[in-house]
């Protein structure tokens, strides 16, 4: 589970960063630097130097402008973007477009072509515009960047094998056979032995291997591939980089005025498009991280569009590469454990000492080891996930058109081609409508799938000609009904019933000014499904109607729900469930599990019972949660197990009121067997006995101490059936090996918030979970399990 402290706000940022006006000026803050941030600079430095050098030799361009721009994203967007862990730099999706831009203008104008691009991003930022990028098709951008990795992957090959690669795809392609036929055996034992250890070394087994995995595999497999190229004596070429008194600046853009703008204008959409999804991205990796929490809190787009910007005008003017926020760099930032600008800041700083003192140890690197090193990149962007992503929503012609025009027309033709068959699939959903009519046992059943709108009117009409006086069922799924459809449908209704016959209109849109119901007032529930929860009653209240609530309610879900849950339903009916999380928590009726969690069907094992108790193992004859939990870790192969406690918890009042009494075999007060409940509560006297030692500081909500005893024995207790778990034969051997963990969580009722579990052991703090805002363009998964995308994203959303 992740764990988040909580963000300062906009207004209180706002508020700390400036002074009453008549109060004296502050002292300037001194650059503070955390050792989290030292060690994650040094990692992302590792992994960018090699990358830096492979994508300038990917482009074309002078390999030391690879170094300029990699310095100049860490040092200027790192210090101006509005994404604090975001790390730019020279990034592969911008390889397509920089190489074409060398091949048609040259270096210098290429330089200049990214200066104006950069005082683009800077236009675009200051009109405060950069949200609406994020609404440009998920399929279109997955679509552009397995185009754009495809493209990179086809043309490093002909150095892999020793030659030199082609101006476009097409062109790769056609000249692969030849280049297979003249292959140096030297360039492609390089590439091999550099892949080769690029996909094992993040394999290595056992506790060397989690130690060795700390090194990046990227500077491993390129210092294998130089080592072995260097001691074997190959004669291969290598990185080249001459005086920087030699380096070429950017000139002034020589070429027609239109191809200029459209590379203007393909520059800035991929670097912008590239950096904020690129820093969306990273905010939730920060949320879903455990660990130290940023200081600087959730992106500011504007203000990263801004710096990306600068970056990119730096960077052209001192004849670097293109500048944008890269993934694999921001990823190591996050997961090394940065927390604030100041590790993408000293990466770049490392980078320019890079440039200046080990410029003798960098061309000694072979170019085929780095070609190899992106190609495998190249790969990675055709992304198998993103494929099933685009599968599942039905946007493949998307995704596909995006991609393939990328590699065969380029850029800015590949992602006005992905638009274009994105706004025709949607036109396409919108006006698609499948009407079928059939006759069983006497009664007509017309079924109306898609959206019913005027162009599906003579079709609705010609189902609806049944023989008057018959019994009709009408059911309409669809999320929308123009008034010409409207209008038809009533009229005929209004007809029908006329001639003698019935009209059940049922579905989705079913409203009620087309159908009113035969109940009277009040007893028909208004509300919609799937809405933000609310406690509310629906129906009526009278003595007679209240047995039949919870089938009032089977209704509501059988008529409104269950059409979009059918499917996803359907799915996990054929494959079976594949819970990632067995989440254990109590019985309360106030704690809905699905709520909180924002889960779905297929998402969470849950195990509730009162008080969220495990039994140690053996003691008691009641297996019910160890046999549950043994299924969930042995069976299902659940990667998590959290203990979910919340306040107000009856079970641990009880526990206070009845103290110790619970350890004797008879109540106290009577002397009578303990009830059922009372012998099931003794599992409970382990967390009342930890409560009251005075020896060890309990458990606390982050930032206060516990409101009253009863809450503290409730956070207490989740703490202590942990450690139950952990007794357990199937946890322990699951957590020896490294496949299973363990997270506590309190959620408090009256407030709806959920703390997490934090904090080395003896000092257990809960940290209250901080909500996120997501962007709709990206259209993320709402759960917390990795099986209901579909559910979540299709179901919540509607």
């Not at 200081?295 to 590469?321: H, I, P």
């Not at 072979?366 to 190609?375: C, H």
């Not at 069922?473 to 009533?490: K, P």
Request: a positive charge.
């Amino acid at each position: 589970m992740p764990a988040c402290v909580p963000a300062h706000t906009a207004k209180s940022a706002r508020t700390e960063r400036s002074h009453p006006p008549h109060s004296p000026p502050r002292r300037p803050r001194r650059l503070r630097l955390a050792g989290a941030d030292l060690s994650a600079s040094v990692a992302v430095f590792l992994i960018a130097l090699p990358l830096s050098l492979g994508i300038a030799l990917a482009t074309g361009a002078p390999l030391r402008a690879g170094l300029v721009a990699a310095a100049v994203g860490g040092l200027v967007a790192g210090r101006l973007g509005g994404s604090p862990l975001q790390v730019s730099g020279p990034a592969a999706g911008l390889t397509v477009v920089t190489a074409d831009l060398i091949q048609r203008y040259g270096w210098r104008t290429t330089c200049a072509v990214t200066v104006l691009a950069g005082l683009a991003q800077l236009a675009l930022g200051c009109l405060r515009v950069a949200r609406g990028a994020l609404a440009v098709s998920p399929a279109v951008v997955h679509g552009m960047l397995a185009g754009i990795g495809v493209t990179i992957a086809v043309a490093q090959v002909h150095i892999v094998l020793g030659g030199s690669p082609q101006s476009s795809v097409l062109d790769n392609l056609r000249a692969l056979p030849a280049q297979l036929t003249g292959l140096d055996p030297a360039a492609l034992a390089v590439s091999a032995l550099t892949l080769a250890v690029l996909l094992t070394w993040p394999r290595l087994p056992g506790r060397a291997g989690r130690l060795l995995g700390r090194v990046p595999a990227a500077l491993v497999a390129v210092a294998a591939g130089t080592a072995v190229a260097s001691l074997t004596g190959l004669v291969l070429p290598r990185v080249d980089l001459p005086s920087w008194r030699s380096h070429a600046l950017a000139g002034l853009p020589q070429g027609p005025v239109l191809g200029l703008v459209a590379a203007v204008l393909g520059t800035t959409l991929v670097c912008s498009v590239q950096s904020l999804l690129g820093a969306v991205a990273v905010d939730k990796l920060v949320a879903g991280r455990a660990g130290p929490a940023t200081r600087a809190g959730r992106s500011d787009l504007d203000r990263e569009l801004l710096g990306q910007g600068a970056a990119n005008v730096v960077s052209g003017a001192l004849g670097g590469l293109p500048v944008a926020g890269v993934a694999v760099r921001s990823t190591a930032n996050v997961r090394a454990g940065a927390v604030s600008r100041n590790s993408t800041m000293l990466h770049g700083v490392l980078v320019v000492i890079a440039a200046l003192l080990m410029v003798p140890v960098l061309e000694f690197v072979p170019l085929a080891s780095l070609a190899a090193l992106v190609m495998a990149v190249g790969i990675q962007m055709v992304s198998p996930h993103h494929i099933r992503t685009v599968t599942r929503h039905q946007e493949v012609p998307v995704y596909a058109a995006t991609a393939l025009g990328m590699a065969a027309l380029g850029v800015l033709q590949g992602v006005a081609l992905g638009i274009a068959v994105a706004v025709a699939v949607a036109l396409r959903r919108l006006t698609r409508t499948r009407i079928t009519h059939e006759e069983r046992k006497g009664v007509h059943h017309v079924h109306v799938r898609g959206q019913l709108t005027f162009l599906a009117v003579p079709r609705l009409s010609r189902a609806l000609h049944v023989p008057p006086g018959a019994a009709v069922v009408v059911r309409l799924d669809g999320s929308f009904m123009d008034h010409a459809a409207y209008e038809a449908l009533q009229d005929w209704q209004r007809t029908h019933t006329a001639q003698g016959g019935s009209v059940e209109l049922t579905g989705r849109r079913a409203g009620v000014r087309i159908a009113e119901p035969a109940a009277p007032d009040g007893a028909r529930c208004r509300c919609r499904p799937w809405t933000p929860w609310r406690n509310h009653q629906c129906g009526s209240t009278a003595p007679g109607d209240r047995g039949h609530r919870l089938a009032h309610g089977i209704r509501a879900f059988q008529h409104s729900t269950a059409p979009r849950v059918r499917e996803e339903l359907a799915r996990l009916a054929r494959e079976g469930q594949r819970p990632s999380q067995l989440f254990l928590t109590c019985a309360d009726s106030r704690l809905v599990t699905s709520m909180i969690t924002s889960s779905g069907p297929g998402d969470l094992f849950v195990v509730r019972n009162v008080g969220n108790l495990v039994p140690p193992p053996g003691q008691g004859d009641d297996d019910s949660v160890a046999a549950a939990v043994e299924y969930a870790v042995d069976v299902l192969g659940v990667r998590s197990i959290t203990v979910c406690g919340h306040s107000g918890c009856g079970a641990m009042q009880a526990l206070l009121a009845s103290g110790p009494d619970f350890a004797s075999g008879t109540d106290a007060g009577s002397g009578h067997t303990r009830t059922p409940l009372g012998r099931w509560l003794r599992h409970g006297l382990p967390s009342l006995e930890r409560m009251a030692d005075d020896g060890r500081p309990g458990p606390r909500p982050a930032g206060r101490p516990p409101a009253d005893a009863v809450e503290r024995l409730c956070l207490t207790n989740v703490v202590q059936q942990l450690e139950h778990l952990r007794a357990h034969d199937s946890v322990a051997r699951a957590l020896r090996e490294g496949t299973l963990e363990l997270h506590g969580m309190y959620f408090h009722v009256g407030e709806a918030e959920a703390y997490l579990l934090t904090g080395a052991d003896g000092e257990e703090t809960f940290t209250r979970v901080e909500a996120t805002e997501t962007p709709q363009a990206t259209a993320p998964s709402l759960t917390l399990g990795d099986t209901s995308g579909t559910l979540s994203e299709k179901t919540f959303q509607e």
